[in-house]
């Protein structure tokens, strides 16, 4: 897979897929991947095309995306697309339905175009579905209809709804795979390790959305290794008093020493939610809760 960064509306790309999708991608959830398996199905010399800055997130910079860049590449490129183009959303923005659809027919040479149906492109979001239809020909452009879990329909909004619900099972089945997070263990203030709980301190790669603050049972992935663990998202209320987001795992029965390690941090469901507690004690007697849970959970 050949990657095209911040492709700007003068750009030309010479390659050989005639087929593209295309979308924001917000998540890469199981509704985003059937777009690509059709596309894969129709052609399997075909471009994923995105934009490099998601829109909502362009319109709105207090919103964070579900997945970091890195690991939307990744799961791009799973599906073996000829080309990714990720296209330069404040150019794009500002061109209108006419020029957009000129730029993928003769920029990137494109015939034909999957796409959900509910996606728009251009200045003021001017263009839709059917704009393309007319542009492209009604035979050229592959409609797909919502994807559908439970009679419910898979959705980025949806998604951030059950992430910031702590409903991470649901999040999980809307994603076809289980949230990540992935940064590098840092040290921290090591209270954990002071408790007699050690932790693992994640400092992201990339700013990403998080769920609701609490404790989660998780896997953590680390040097091609998976461990079983639990992970608090939180402010440590009771230990700490700085107004800053710590994510930390404490791994079950481990012991070794992966500081500066590169780790993936995978949530499977929600235990608890986050809370103060009186003394150090009440802390120590229910991290032993949540580890004995979790040992029970796995």
């Known amino acids: 897979m050949k990657i095209y960064k911040k492709v700007n509306t003068k750009d030309k790309i010479n390659n050989n897929s005639e087929i593209v999708c295309i979308g924001a991608f917000d ?37 964070k995306p579900i997945v970091s860049n890195k690991e939307r590449n990744e799961i791009f490129e799973s599906f073996s697309p000829q080309n990714l183009i990720h296209l330069n959303f404040d150019q794009f923005n500002k061109i209108s339905s006419e020029d957009f659809s000129k730029f ?19 200045n003021n979001r001017s263009g839709d579905v059917n704009f393309l239809i007319d542009y492209f020909g009604e035979n050229n ?28 099972d ?32 994640l400092l992201l790669d990339e700013d990403v959305f998080l769920p609701t603050f609490g404790v989660y049972y998780g896997v953590i992935e680390v040097d091609t290794r998976k461990f079983n663990c639990i992970i608090n998202i939180g402010l440590n209320p009771t230990v700490d008093t700085e107004d800053s987001v710590k994510i930390e795992a404490h791994i079950l029965d481990f012991g070794d020493d992966i500081y500066q390690k590169d780790i993936k941090l995978f949530l499977k469901n929600f235990i608890r939610n986050e809370k103060k507690f009186n003394n150090i004690d009440e802390l120590k007697n229910q991290i032993m809760k949540d580890i004995d849970s979790a040992k029970k959970y796995f």
Not at 32 to 42: A, E, N, V, W
Not at 104 to 116: A, F, H, Q, R, Y
Not at 171 to 198: C, H, M, T, W, Y
């Open 27 to 63: 998540g890469v959830h199981l509704a985003h991947q059937q777009l690509f398996r059709k596309t894969r199905d129709l052609n399997k010399k075909f471009d994923i095309v995105t934009f490099d800055v998601l829109p909502k997130i362009y319109f709105n910079d207090s919103l």
């Open 170 to 201: 649901k999040a999980n089945n809307l994603l076809g795979r289980d949230f990540s997070l992935s940064g590098n263990v840092i040290q921290g203030k090591q209270l954990g390790r002071e408790l007699g709980f050690p932790t693992a301190n």
């Open 141 to 168: 452009v592959y409609l797909l209809d919502d994807f559908l879990i439970n009679n419910e329909k898979v959705s980025s909004t949806k998604l951030r709804y059950y992430l910031s619900t702590g409903e991470i």
């Open 104 to 122: 993928l027919d003769e920029n990137l040479g494109i015939k034909k175009i999957v796409i959900g149906k509910d996606f728009k492109f251009g």
